[in-house]
């Protein structure tokens, strides 16, 4: 193994030298800026120019003169580099002068702990250093020890935590709403999810004796509702009934899936803490309300069907003008016609027909049919239909990009602060009257006085109402205006003039038809493009 070029002082009668050794076998050349440092140390300083030509030409060790006079013995020394992260300590050592001492094992352990390291001190690489007396080379002599992380904790969960409820498209077009995995069915004793509690870390140290502290380790808990049974060690939850399980936020529910045949006279109205199941229609009139989902087998007539999760329609539903449909999730329907339709998440259905649709997610009418004939379809996302309008020309309006609840917000803002004005118009000067009247000393009848606390009651109430109002109003407007937007309308076959395409701020009226294309915004223009 090779040694780096090193030097050494020599203290002889006629004066303090620095012996030069060039490197052998590979090793590295003597560094200037090292050897000058050390020199400064001992308080010389030699003459830089002629000290660099003596080490540019060093092939065999060689002597400079630099003082006259014979100075004292110095004593073997190391210089010490701590890393910037101070996980590691590197000493490069420098010999004793002729007659100088040399270190011992308990020097140099005790030289690094006056320098500050604490924590490290590798025994065996000074021993290593003692034994082969390189000079001039990098030893590691104390090394730092990195915290070991810990692992979060995670739940590990034995049902399907994504239930699909988008209906597959069969090969002849036609699209399959009978085989629907809208319920994660569960059975009584059955596993549902297990903790993986999280592992700690452990702390490391630099070497100079801090301690360095592991990432904190995210934490979980099981979070569960009824129906379910906590094993004893608390790590694992088990379902207590035959019935439907679903994640939501993190929590672990259990529902018994109530079935009925047929929502009518027999049934009545169903308000279920829940999912409820249908297995054949739900007629006019008549309403469902749930927590959980609604499964129809059958048809849905002019009725009301609430969830707090996802509706599903196998036969359809023809709302004859009063029907709703309202999900907090999504709705799928085989058609929707004559209905009001509000969902949270996306519509699917093979035909809408002169119905109002409202959904926060994408709109999809897809299968043999694929059509949206008459009505209104606002969607924040994308709306998409193999035909959109008819050959009659019947009035149909898609709406895309925009939130069809603020949308209903800021239209119910504007109607009402509309009125309001109209009222704060009709009373202020009937105040200002009676006020400048009361200020003059007149005295009212008691009719008056009547009228004129009716009229400070409601304006009392008016005003501030209006004043919030307004600022919503402004506040959504901007919102709604400052809103950028990828959503797009897409026509498989033909959209037909008397259709009328809205994306965000943007309309265009379609005054001929256009097949196979999509509908983008583009700065303040809707252009037409090929699909």
Do not use: W
Not at 24 to 46: C, S
Not at 59 to 79: G, I, R, V, Y
Not at 103 to 131: A, M, P, Q, T, V
Not at 353 to 369: L, N
């Amino acid at each position: 193994m090779g040694r780096n070029g090193y030097f050494q002082l020599q203290m002889k009668d006629n004066g303090t030298f620095v012996k030069l050794f060039p490197p052998t076998d590979g090793g590295e050349p003597i560094r200037i800026d090292e050897l000058r440092q050390y020199l400064a140390l001992k308080n010389y300083v030699p003459d830089p120019v002629a000290l660099n030509k003596v080490l540019t030409e060093l092939s065999e060790p060689a002597e400079f003169k630099l003082d006259n006079n014979k100075a004292f013995a110095e004593m073997e020394m190391f210089n010490l580099q701590i890393a910037e992260n101070k996980m590691s300590a590197t000493a490069r050592f420098y010999p004793p002068s002729n007659a100088g001492a040399s270190l011992r094992k308990e020097d140099i352990i005790n030289d690094l702990k006056h320098k500050g390291i604490k924590f490290g001190i590798d025994e065996k690489e000074i021993e290593r250093f003692l034994s082969e007396k390189h000079y001039c080379a990098d030893y590691i002599l104390a090394k730092g020890k990195a915290p070991v992380q810990g692992q979060d904790a995670s739940i590990e969960y034995f049902f399907n935590t994504n239930p699909n409820t988008k209906p597959a498209l069969n090969e002849d077009g036609t699209v399959d709403f009978f085989n629907l995995e809208v319920i994660s069915k569960c059975e009584a004793g059955q596993k549902l999810a297990t903790l993986h509690s999280e592992v700690p870390g452990e702390a490391g140290f630099n070497v100079l004796g801090e301690r360095i502290a592991p990432k904190d380790v995210i934490k979980m808990r099981l979070r569960y509702g009824r129906n379910i049974t906590l094993s004893e060690d608390g790590l694992t939850i088990f379902s207590n009934v035959n019935g439907h399980v679903s994640l939501t936020d993190d929590l672990v529910t259990v529902t018994d899936v109530y079935e009925v045949t047929d929502v009518d006279t027999t049934t009545g109205n169903i308000e279920y803490n829940g999912n409820v199941q249908v297995l054949g229609n739900v007629k006019a009139g008549f309403a469902v309300q749930v927590t959980g989902n609604v499964e129809v087998r059958g048809v849905v007539e002019g009725a009301l069907i609430q969830a707090d999760g996802d509706i599903i329609i196998m036969r359809g539903m023809n709302g004859m003008g009063r029907g709703k449909l309202i999900a907090g999730g999504n709705i799928v329907s085989k058609f929707i016609e004559n209905s009001d339709v509000k969902a949270g998440g996306y519509v699917h259905a093979e035909a809408i027909m002169h119905s109002t649709i409202d959904a926060k997610g994408d709109v999809e009418v897809s299968g043999k049919k694929g059509f949206i004939t008459g009505g209104a379809v606002h969607s924040m996302g994308t709306v998409s239909a193999r035909v959109i309008g008819s050959t009659m020309g019947a009035k149909t309006e898609i709406e895309v990009g925009v939130d069809p609840t603020i949308k209903a917000r800021i239209n119910h803002l504007m109607q009402s602060t509309a009125e309001n004005r109209k009222q704060l118009q009709q009373i202020e000067p009937v105040l200002v009257t009676f006020t400048q009247k009361l200020k003059k000393g007149d005295t009212l009848t008691m009719e008056q006085q009547m009228y004129f606390n009716q009229l400070r009651t409601a304006y009392q109430k008016l005003k501030p109402q209006q004043t919030e109002e307004e600022a919503e109003l402004e506040r959504l407007t901007e919102s709604m205006n400052e809103m950028t937007t990828d959503a797009i309308v897409k026509v498989q076959e033909f959209a037909y003039t008397g259709t009328t395409i809205k994306i965000s701020d943007v309309s265009l009226n379609l005054s001929s038809n256009t097949q196979h294309c999509r509908f983008v915004k583009e700065g303040a223009d809707i252009r037409i493009k090929p699909l």
